[in-house]
């Protein structure tokens, strides 16, 4: 059973940039591919971002190409989201997870993009 912990979120203007973290604990997340999810009220949780387990490979969610960057380091158990340009449909709970969805999820970070 693993643990995650986001962190990072933040209320934004529009064209800024957030870089959100994640720690996690219970299991090597080395041998994890890793996403980022994330989610708003009564839509389904949308996948944003994915890395493979050495980073070395990378996928985006159309929406957020070329503005965000997957990273993670595997020594300190962490994956990050680098955020550029942000838009207000980018207003969302941030979670951090496993390619298979390991429960439980964490309380994600609040990311809000409004002027």
Known sequence: QGQFVESGGALV????????SCVVSGFNVR?????WYR???G???ELV?????????????DSVKGRFTISRDNANQAIY???NNLRPEGTAIYY???LGETEPWGQGTQVTVSS
């Open 49 to 61: 971002a994915g890395i493979s387990t050495g980073g070395r490979a990378m996928d985006y969610a």
């Open 96 to 98: 951090c997870n496993t």
């Open 81 to 83: 989201l680098q955020m």
């Open 39 to 41: 989610q708003t009220p």
């Open 31 to 35: 041998y994890q591919f890793m996403n």
């Open 43 to 45: 839509k389904e949780r």
């Open 13 to 20: 203007q529009p064209g800024g940039s957030l870089r959100l």
